[in-house]
Structures are given as structure tokens and as C-alpha cells.
């Protein structure tokens, strides 16, 4: 039965987090981000947001990684007045790696299947 509360949670933080994102957020530095998961630990009291950006340049990871570590408290009081809970999660984010991983196995594929 938790595990089930943990999961809708989670699919709740991530849609009211890409609509805060997309919504209230204005700072210009988290543009473009999309929110890919989220994990919430079984005592409801942090959520670790992944996201992914389309850019590969470190300087435009480095400079979303900061605004969203700014936004970090306008987020969580948005999503506190946003869910029904007791108390909001403490929000962490972290880039999701998993886009860059796909991308680079499609490349040497292709690369095997070119020398072939």
C-alpha cells in the first residue's frame, strides 16, 4: 500500500514540477527543461527531481544546474500550496544521464552497422 502512495506522489511532484518550471519560473537559465522522474523516499521527506536539457555543453548543464538550485524554494512552495500533503518533500535535482547513454549507444551502433 506505501509503495503505491510513494508512486502516485512521485507522478504528482513530476507534473506540478514541469508546470511550476514552465509556469512560474521566469529565470532564463532553466528554460528548455524537461523533468524526466522522480524518486520520493518511503518517508515522504525527499524527492530527487532528474531532468535532462537538450544542450551537451557543460557550460549550459552548469548554468541550469545553478538556476534550478535557485528555484529550489520558489518550487517547493508552490508544490506545497499544489498537493495535499502534510509536508512538502525537501526537493534535490539531479541532470538525468540516461538521454546522453541512449545517444551515445545509437551512435556506435551506427558505427558497427557502417563498417559492416
Known amino acids: 500500500m506505501a509503495q503505491y502512495r510513494v508512486g502516485r506522489l512521485e507522478q504528482e511532484i513530476q507534473k506540478e514540477v514541469t508546470d511550476i518550471l514552465l509556469k512560474r519560473v521566469r529565470d ?11 524518486e520520493v523516499t518511503g518517508d515522504l521527506q ?3 527531481v532528474y531532468y535532462s536539457i537538450l544542450s551537451d555543453k557543460a557550460s549550459d548543464n552548469e548554468k541550469t544546474a545553478k538556476g534550478l538550485e535557485k528555484a529550489t524554494g520558489l518550487i517547493r512552495k508552490e508544490l506545497g500550496a499544489r498537493l495535499s500533503i502534510f509536508k512538502t518533500p525537501e526537493l534535490s535535482f539531479e541532470q538525468d544521464q540516461s538521454v546522453q547513454y541512449g545517444d551515445k549507444i545509437d551512435r556506435l551502433i551506427n558505427e558497427l552497422k557502417s563498417k559492416e
Request: glycine content about 14%; aromatic content about 0%; charged content about 15%.
Open 28 to 38: 532564463p537559465r532553466v528554460q528548455g527543461v524537461t523533468v524526466t522522474g522522480v
Open 46 to 48: 525527499q524527492a530527487k
